[in-house]
């Protein structure tokens, strides 16, 4: 996959040239993911805080690398069935394998992506997130989730809002506070965008394994940025109004499975991709 050259550096991503700007001496929730996906953008602080919440659940590896796997079947499934060849991408983490573009570019290279996210170290990696292919673009917004009128102006200028368009909310929405201000995101950002758009949202599910929900809560407390497991009820109410693709709100590796990800079973992690009619 070849970089454009031609595309201009964002204002954002001229401000942090250096990781200076960021502490590599306490636990960072984004390295600690990155270190259970078998990533390399992570340090020893993170490794030991991955492997002391690894010791209280173990399956929390599986739920990251679930999670990514769904992510990449949703992609594909979008890209070579839907036709679809804009992604909206709010909460796109640090740079790993199969991000959003590199799926959807593998398939159609002239697809066009625009990553969101307001960590500064995702900031930091973010030039990993403009790599594209020369017939598409990618684009990275610094923007909280919950500032949708932002992402919305700025995804404009990389995006045809007026043309079908994927939203993606991977293991985001669980950072906002309540329930009731998640679903006012997913509406917000789905209301701007067409008639054959889609959704597709996975998050950390409560109600299916007690051991889960204490060390998350454990997590919670320790000082680290809260991240609350929601029901399935929950997580299928993101879905309202629009048409959930079979086989609906399920525990992500019994997302049309494909031999790539986790075995099929139920996992803490539910999400479901819909088009909107």
Do not use: C
């Amino acid at each position: 996959m070849s970089e454009q050259a031609a595309t201009p550096e964002p204002a954002e991503l001229q401000r942090i040239d250096t990781f200076e700007t960021i502490d590599t001496s306490v636990p960072h929730s984004a390295r600690i993911w990155n270190y259970w996906l078998g990533g390399k953008d992570n340090h020893p602080v993170d490794r030991a805080a991955g492997d002391a919440y690894t010791d209280v659940f173990p399956g929390i590896v599986t739920i990251a690398r679930g999670s990514r796997a769904f992510l990449a079947r949703n992609v594909t499934y979008l890209v070579a069935e839907a036709g679809i060849r804009q992604f909206l991408d709010v909460g796109t983490g640090l740079p790993s394998a199969d991000n959003t573009h590199q799926v959807a570019q593998r398939l159609a290279p002239e697809t066009r992506i625009v990553h969101v996210d307001n960590d500064p170290l995702v900031l930091a990696h973010a030039r990993a997130l403009l790599r594209s292919t020369p017939e598409g673009a990618t684009a990275y917004i610094e923007a909280d989730a919950q500032d949708t009128g932002r992402i919305l102006e700025a995804a404009a200028r990389t995006l045809d809002l007026a043309r079908p368009t994927a939203l993606i909310l991977s293991n985001i929405l669980g950072h906002v506070a309540t329930h009731e201000r998640a679903r006012s995101i997913v509406a917000e950002l789905m209301g701007a965008l067409p008639s054959g758009s889609y959704l597709s949202v996975n998050d950390g599910s409560a109600g299916i394994d007690p051991v889960f929900e204490r060390a998350q809560n454990a997590y919670n407390e320790s000082g680290a940025v809260p991240y609350n497991l929601r029901t399935v009820e929950e997580i299928t109410a993101y879905f309202d109004g629009l048409e959930l693709l079979d086989p609906g709100v399920v525990s992500v590796p019994l997302w049309r499975p494909d031999g790539t990800g986790p075995e099929p079973r139920v996992i803490g992690e539910h999400g479901g991709l819909a088009r909107k009619p």
